[in-house]
């Protein structure tokens, strides 16, 4: 099996470019950062403070049921056969992710699923410790990452598009926050894997983003 792991900061814009690389591949994509946020979600869900009683976060995420299916095309993530896909992207549970991410029985539960995925087929796997924890063995390895300022421009095009009515400086103001907070975790911190390459799109456009990543894995595969 041909494993590419892409690792990189919040907004950075791994799903979408990972997605899109794994579709002209024929690989199949495995967006671990939605698996976070719906594990996030089932604690807001709860109306659980995850950094003030992080085990009562440990016993929801163990009883809930993490799916991820394939949908006209499209990957579609399911909390408890509920679709949440949609659910999952607010910086509300952004910065939930954030929080259940620094947790160890939490991390140790989707890790083995996405090993479990891993395994049995070529995949494209993103999030920030795939290269560093999850798949070592990967393949490729890339850090994928651009400027606070760039990503927090993304991001707030994003959530403007999708009718949610948020300010720049906050958007710019959580995604710092949840850099710190990846960073600096005590478990399994973002960082970019001794033989990872770099891919810094601050100054690309999205398809020219995704020729990047496509030119670094088709050049490993020819090797």
Request: with cysteine; hydrophobic share 40%.
């Amino acid at each position: 099996m041909f494993k590419v792991a892409i690792d990189g900061p919040s907004g950075a814009g791994k799903s979408t470019i990972a997605k899109t690389a794994a579709q002209i591949l024929g690989f199949v994509y495995i967006d671990t950062g939605a698996m976070y946020r719906t594990a996030a979600l089932s604690c807001l869900k709860e109306n659980i403070n995850i950094k003030e009683s992080p085990e009562k976060a440990i016993e929801v995420v163990n009883n809930i049921s993490i799916d991820i299916d394939y949908i006209d095309g499209e990957q579609r993530i399911f909390l408890n056969g509920e679709d949440v896909s949609d659910k999952i992207r607010t910086p509300e549970v952004s910065m939930g992710a954030s929080d259940v991410s620094a947790i160890g029985a939490v991390r140790e539960k989707l890790v083995n699923l996405q090993r479990d995925l891993a395994g049995t087929k070529n995949v494209i796997m993103d999030g920030r410790d795939i290269g560093t924890h999850v798949l070592p063995d990967a393949n490729v390895k890339i850090f994928l990452t651009a400027s606070a300022e760039v990503r927090a421009q993304r991001r707030f095009k994003e959530l403007i598009e999708k009718g949610t009515q948020v300010l720049y400086e906050d958007v710019l103001s959580d995604i710092i926050k949840r850099d710190r907070q990846d960073e600096t975790r005590e478990v399994s911190p973002l960082k970019k894997a001794e033989d990872a390459v770099l891919a810094d799109t601050s100054e690309l456009t999205l398809d020219e983003s995704i020729k990047l990543v496509l030119d670094i894995i088709n050049k490993k595969r020819d090797v």
